[in-house]
């Protein structure tokens, strides 16, 4: 099960920064293009109440949450599917990840170099998209032309990778994305097996300053082009303010939000919600189509991924592969339910523990014991 992120941007756009923000890992992210050379990684917590209120509740002695992995990818230029600047290496570290997390400016700053000399979000997004795009079509192409052969010598898989490819390498020549083509699920499961950069889910990350020249503050037409696309497209994003976020990368709780008030004075913290690090890291965990799952008690509280619409066996996989195969039984609770119930043994007397089998399909924030 893939959760590996990678951020991925022109340089100096705050990618290493944001990085840094997230893990609390030293990276170097000095003001020129092709600093961060080789990926770093770096395993971030997914921000969950549910489990800290679930720990509590059972009064656990660990409590451990769910993570997602996030990779710093050397900065990306034009021509990076010809070998341009470190392009191989960007394409090479890009294809092993499961998503991507497009990293965009939208505030001008004379002080730090865009390698367009312009701020234009939609246009570094186009440049990049591009550069996936005829990377992909390098790909496709190569892998059409091989299977020509494996088609004559009668192999049926061949001939869906071949319709699929096909599919796909029309909407590259157009100048769009692999994952926007319409493929069965036979077809789907053939184009997986090339690892094409632009099937990959993005979310877009949009790199604010506070104090600054923001294109969205500005009304700026910029920013109206960059909504339309999204609209369009029907893209994800989250907005960040990057460098303040690594400034508090090592603030908790109370501190955090005292210190969060002083750096952006203007800003209304309580209609934000979260910070844009979790809100980042939320959306990263979404897009990759992952929930999560409980088990709680004395010893241990903990978070467990699995993807969306996984059965209560494939669930138990997260803990043992033995789970699936000797799978019995669960007892399943919504999270909610068991804290208002005060313990599992009041649940059960008010009905709210239910007794699922193989064939249940796991909600997000489910409670569960297995039973093998």
């Known amino acids: 099960m893939g959760t590996s992120i990678g951020i991925v941007g022109l340089p100096n756009v705050g990618k290493s920064t944001l990085f840094n923000a997230l893990t609390r890992k030293a990276v170097p992210c000095e003001n020129y293009p092709f600093c961060t050379i080789d990926p770093s990684v770096g395993v971030v917590a997914v921000p969950d109440d549910r489990l800290w209120k679930l720990s ?11 993570a997602v992995e996030f990779v710093d990818i050397a900065g990306l230029v034009k021509g990076a599917s010809a070998g341009e600047g470190l392009g191989n290496k960007f394409l090479t570290n890009i294809r092993e990840t499961d998503a991507i997390a497009e990293v965009v400016r939208i505030f001008e700053d004379d002080n730090i170099i865009h390698v367009a000399n312009t701020v234009d979000p939609l246009s570094d997004i186009e440049t990049i998209n591009l550069e996936l795009i005829l990377a992909d079509l390098q790909s496709a192409s190569k892998r059409l032309q091989s299977l020509v052969s494996e088609m004559k010598k009668g192999s049926k898989t061949a001939v869906i990778e071949n319709s699929a490819l096909t599919k796909i390498k029309k909407l590259l020549d157009e100048g769009r ?196």
């Not at 509590?56 to 769910?66: G, Q, R, Y």
Request: hydrophobic residues 35%.
């Open 177 to 372: 994305l692999a994952r926007e083509a319409e493929l069965d699920e036979f077809e789907l499961v053939e184009a997986k097996k090339l690892c094409l950069i632009s099937m990959k889910p993005i979310l877009y990350v949009l790199n604010k300053k506070s104090g600054g020249k923001n294109l969205d503050e500005m009304n700026d037409p910029r920013w109206a082009k960059l909504q339309q696309f999204f609209k369009e497209t029907d893209s994800k994003y989250v907005m960040v303010d990057a460098g303040i976020e690594n400034e508090l990368k090592d603030f908790e709780g109370a501190e955090k939000t005292e210190m969060r008030q002083a750096l952006q004075p203007e800003v209304n913290h309580g209609s934000l919600g979260d910070d844009g690090i979790n809100d980042l890291i939320k959306a990263g965990y979404d897009l990759l189509g992952l929930q999560t799952y409980f088990t709680t008690g004395e010893d241990e509280s903990r978070a467990w991924t699995i993807r969306s619409g996984a059965t209560a066996p494939e669930a138990g996989t997260a803990i043992h592969m033995d789970f699936k195969e000797k799978f019995v039984r669960a007892e399943v609770i919504p999270w909610s339910k068991l804290i208002e119930a005060g313990s599992y043994g009041l649940a059960r007397e008010k009905g709210l523990l239910r007794t699922e089998g193989k064939d249940y399909i796991v909600k997000d924030g489910d409670v569960i014991e297995f039973k093998i």
């Open 56 to 66: 509590e509740f059972s009064k656990s002695a660990k409590t451990i949450p769910a």
